[in-house]
């Protein structure tokens, strides 16, 4: 079914053709849906740039990918209590959204359905959660605290662009799941904190291997005794002397499991130029391992 202004199949919204629907529109309009739609496709909307607000109707569960993408004046989108689903890049380059009323009936959300840097009213620190899931971080600060609370972060929440400011990511303690493609790392993160635990990146490490890392470090330190624990702490014993911030690593020389090697994890040290390591090393040696002879030739 074709109308003048809305092209409609099978209850889907395919394209829309009425006023404001040009790239070049100057004369900024309201638009209703009409009712009878369950799904606004890919591109209905796109580069309708004189539209500022739009009205969906009860009944619509889906807004497929890029449905309103580049539409710049658009700032009001009123959706309905039926949606279930937003399609990755549903507003992409809507830089002008301001006023938008996401529910909890939104089950499912793609990648970066809003652009980056814009405030919305509903989430004013920038973090669009629903149902305990982190799905889109909408700015790129020096430093992103997650809000406490949060269980699991989509794939590429925290999207940057490559020349982002941001250096520290910290993680809150309720997180439960974190899957690798959450964060696109960019050249500038340089730490990330995840249950008090501090890893450090630079271009030889990935933030995903860092939280390995962590996990093994928490299970260690929660249960020092744990012999499985033990093993693996000493299979990743050497990125853990490069990137691990000093006190998680303190803690896991007072569990002793490290003596026996301490000499060669000192020299592992000197050999990177880790030298506050080393002499986090030196000194828990002469402190905690037994002493050589005196006169015997020492390598520190």
Not at 154 to 172: D, G, L, V
Request: charged share 25%.
């Amino acid at each position: 079914m074709k109308y003048s202004e809305f092209e409609i199949k099978d209850h889907v919204l395919v394209k829309y053709h009425g006023m404001g629907s040009s790239l070049f529109s100057t004369q900024l309009i309201h638009v209703k849906i009409p009712e009878g739609i369950t799904e606004i496709g890919a591109r209905a909307f796109g580069g309708c740039n004189g539209i500022e607000s739009v009205e969906i109707p009860e009944g619509v569960k889906i807004i497929g990918k890029q449905a309103f993408s580049t539409c710049h004046s658009l700032r009001t989108v009123r959706l309905p209590a039926s949606l279930e689903e937003i399609r990755a890049y549903a507003f992409e380059a809507c830089q002008n959204l301001e006023d938008i009323n996401l529910s909890e009936t939104v089950q499912r959300m793609g990648i970066s359905v809003f652009p980056r840097d814009i405030e919305l009213k509903q989430f004013p620190d920038g973090f669009i959660i629903l149902h305990d899931i982190l799905y889109q971080c909408l700015h790129t600060d020096k430093i992103i605290r997650i809000p406490e609370g949060v269980r699991t972060i989509s794939y590429y929440a925290i999207n940057f662009w490559h020349k982002s400011q941001t250096e520290q990511i910290i993680f809150p303690d309720s997180m439960e799941q974190l899957v690798a493609q959450s964060v696109n790392q960019t050249e500038n993160l340089k730490s990330i904190i995840w249950h008090g635990i501090q890893f450090f990146l630079d271009e030889q490490i990935e933030w995903t291997e860092a939280i390995k890392y962590i996990k093994a470090v928490r299970s260690f330190l929660q249960n020092p005794e744990h012999e499985t624990y033990q093993q693996t702490i000493k299979l990743m014993i050497e990125p853990l002397i490069l990137y691990l911030e000093d006190s998680a690593f303190q803690k896991i020389l007072a569990a002793g499991i490290l003596d026996d090697q301490i000499d060669a994890y000192i020299q592992y040290a000197i050999e990177h130029q880790k030298y506050s390591r080393q002499m986090l090393l030196t000194d828990y040696k002469y402190q905690h391992c037994d002493f050589p002879e005196i006169g015997e030739n020492l390598k520190l």
